[in-house]
Structure formats: C-alpha cells, structure tokens
C-alpha cells in the first residue's frame, strides 16, 4: 500500500512540474514580442545611436525595398542634384563696334538680356568707377558732358551674364579699355582724354587708318590757335547730338547742344567724346600727318582728301 502511495505522488510531482514549465514557456514568449511593438514611443521620437540605420518606426519600411513611405537616395539622383548646382549661368555676347555711343551700347544691353537700357544709362554716369586709372583722369562736368564714360568702353564682343548688374558689365569693358588704352596714346598739349575726344571724332569722319591720319592732321591744325580758326567744324559731333542722344530724349539734345556743337557753337574739341574710338583712330589722333591742310571732303566713293586755303566743308562717312 505505501510503495503504491509513493508511486502516485511521484506521478503528481511529474504532472504539477510539466504545467510549471509550460506556463513558463508562454511568459517568455510573450517578453520577447513585446519590445517589437509599434506603441513604445520612445524609438521612434529619439535617434538611436547604434550603428542602426533606422529606428522601430521605420524599421519595416526600410527594409522593404520600393516603400513609398522612406525616400531612398540613389547614385543618379545624387548625380542629377550636382548637376543642377554647377550648371552655367546663361550668358550673352555682346558686340561694341568701333563707333558705337553709349546710347547705342545701353540699347544692345537690353535686347541681348544683360540689363536694361535705362539702369545702364544710369549707372554710366551715377557709378564712382575712379578706381580705373582712364576714369580717374577724366574732368567730368555733367552740364557740359552727356555720358562720362562716353568713348571709354572699347570696341570688342563681351561676354556677360543674363541680368547682370550694370556696374558689373561696364567693370568688364573698363577693364578692357585699360588694357587697350592705358597710356598707349598721347600728343603733345593734350591730354588723355582729349585725345580719345579727338579719336572719336575720327572714328566718325573716315573708314581708314590712311584717310583717318590725313582728317586728324586736318583737325590738329584747326586747334592750333595760330591758324586763327574759329571752329573745329566736325559734322559729326553735330550728328552726335541729333541722333544719338535724341535717341534717348530730345529735352537731352537741347541741354548740351552748345557744348557738343562744333560747327557754330563750341570751339575747339567737344565737351568729351561722341562715340568709342577704335585702335586706328586712337593711333590717327596721336599721330596724325604732317600736312598744313585745314579742310578736308570725301567723294561719292568715301575718299576723303584734305586741302590747304579753301573754306570746304567736312563730309562725314556715314
């Protein structure tokens, strides 16, 4: 009877020890599977630390490749990112001609997109450029000269960008007239800038380095205040003033028709230049022929010819 009770209460003990271990089981599994749970906060409000890329929160979109939900970064996209940051800002050439005005200038500016006409015709005079040696020399009197820096933007093609600052795109051609005027030119008596006022008056007059030494022999000896002459008498400075600047504005024409004017109004050399000078202008101007003429005509065919003693007034070439 006693060895059957013990064999029964070990059967118990097996019983009792077997549920024991199988509630045990359970709670563990149960604790594994709660930290995964999407409700604890504190994952997805605090970047982890580890070596983790992703947090709880986002944990089962990144690693299902092609969620919409996480953006993902691709070597193309990058490429396309720094492509779009260094491509070129647009650019426009414009094209100064040897003869060209600031008003002329001011208007090819605004129809390549660079700036507007009136900003540039503003800046030209408004803008302190005195840090380039050219401009610093210059005497300005804005009731007597128009445009400053009228003859000082030397002919040649620029590059600018679109909607450039005005002072910037005249910096660029500043720059350049330095360059290719500096103090290349001079003539005794006169100074820089009456040289270039001078070469402009040629650049107007004849096509040619040739014809254009013979008018700036013309012009020197009608400064010269022994020849007794009242005027410098170049056409051209009056067309200066009747279609350039009436381009502009005709109350322009009226202000400073006696100081550009030197037909009948001014003598000797106009208030400043009346266009941009070319290299063989500048180079007639200060080294003109050494001739004793005083007048000078050019035929049907453009040829201009220069004459001693007979009162014969200038054509100019366009």
């Known amino acids: ?7 029964v209460a070990m059967i118990a003990f097996i019983f009792l020890f077997t549920a024991c271990a ?22 997805s409000s605090t970047p982890s630390s580890s070596s983790t890329p992703s947090s709880s929160s986002t944990l089962s979109s990144s690693s299902t490749p092609g969620s919409s939900s996480t953006p993902i970064s691709t070597p193309e996209s990058s490429s ?3 492509s779009s940051t260094l491509q070129p800002k647009p650019t426009a050439n414009v094209t100064v001609v040897e003869g060209d ?12 997109g660079v700036c507007s006409k009136v900003d540039f015709l503003s800046t030209v005079n408004s803008y302190d450029f005195s840090y380039y ?8 009197d804005p009731s007597h000269r128009c445009y400053k820096l009228e003859g000082y933007l030397f002919p040649d093609t620029y590059t600018f960008y679109l909607n450039s ?12 007239t330095e360059s290719k005027i500096g103090s290349k030119y001079s003539y005794s008596g006169m100074t820089t800038d009456q040289v270039i006022t001078l070469a402009s008056i040629i650049q107007k007059e004849a096509p040619d380095l040739t014809n254009m030494k013979k008018i700036s022999s013309v012009f020197h000896n009608r400064l010269d205040p022994k020849n007794k002459i009242s005027y410098l008498g170049a056409d051209s400075t009056v067309f200066y003033l009747t279609k350039y600047l009436a381009s502009v504005n005709d109350a322009i024409v009226e202000k400073y028709k006696y100081y ?10 106009p208030a400043g230049p009346i266009c941009s000078p070319g290299t063989n202008a500048l180079t007639a101007a200060a080294n003109p022929d050494n001739t004793n003429d005083l007048y000078f005509y050019s035929d049907s065919s453009g040829y201009h010819y220069s004459v001693t003693g007979n009162h014969i007034s200038s054509v100019p070439s366009d």
């Open 80 to 82: 396309q990112a720094i």
């Open 22 to 43: 199988n509630n045990n089981s359970k709670d563990l599994n149960v604790s594994n599977i709660q930290p995964s749970s999407s409700s604890t906060p504190s994952s």
């Open 165 to 176: 600052k005005p002072q910037d795109a005249i910096g660029k051609m500043l720059t350049n």
């Open 1 to 7: 009877m006693r060895k059957h009770f013990m064999v």
């Open 101 to 112: 005005s600031i008003p002329q200038i001011a208007q090819k500016m605004q129809d390549n």
């Open 133 to 140: 040696p050219l401009v610093k020399q210059i005497q300005y």
């Open 260 to 269: 550009y004017n030197t037909n009948n109004r001014i003598k000797g050399l």
